[in-house]
């Protein structure tokens, strides 16, 4: 039997905002809805399902991306002005090159740490 991961609950205070900033910024589709959630499909079938909540604790979610998708992604941030980090703690401006490929942290309207990489980590290379 093979485990893979099918969706995760993603809270904010406004769920169509933070779904449509995470969706424009990874170059996704339009998020869509079922039931209580607006949902964003990623490529590989795994949802992020945004849902409404008071609370927001601070979560941290990494998208692996291709070289292509991550300058795209870096220049959608750029244009919306939202600032870029290479380690998780956001000390370091920019993007990092970790196993020789590239990565950014940044944060989302909700408080959430998003990254974005180009490599797996432990996968080789610098």
């Known amino acids: ?13 406004d769920k169509h905002a933070e779904s449509r ?3 424009e910024v990874l170059g996704l589709p339009e998020p869509g809805t079922f039931g209580p959630f607006a ?16 609370e927001v604790p ?23 002005r939202v600032a870029t980090y290479g380690d998780p703690g956001h000390n ?17 309207p909700e408080g959430h740490n998003l990254e974005v990489i180009t490599r797996p980590y432990g996968s080789g290379g610098n």
Do not use: C, K, W
């Not at 039997?1 to 205070?13: D, G, K, P, W, Y």
């Not at 590989?44 to 008071?54: E, K, Q």
């Not at 370091?92 to 940044?106: A, E, I, K, S």
């Open 1 to 13: 039997m093979s485990i893979e991961l099918n969706h995760t609950i993603v809270a904010a205070r």
């Open 92 to 108: 370091q401006p920019g993007h990092n090159t970790h196993d020789g490929g590239r990565g950014l942290y940044f944060s989302s």
């Open 39 to 54: 949902v964003v499909e990623l490529s590989n079938g795994v949802s992020l399902d945004f849902i409404d909540t008071d």
């Open 58 to 80: 601070s979560q941290h979610y990494a998208f692996l991306i291709s070289e292509e998708e991550f300058d795209a992604v870096a220049g959608r941030l750029r244009e919306r």
């Open 21 to 23: 900033f995470v969706a």
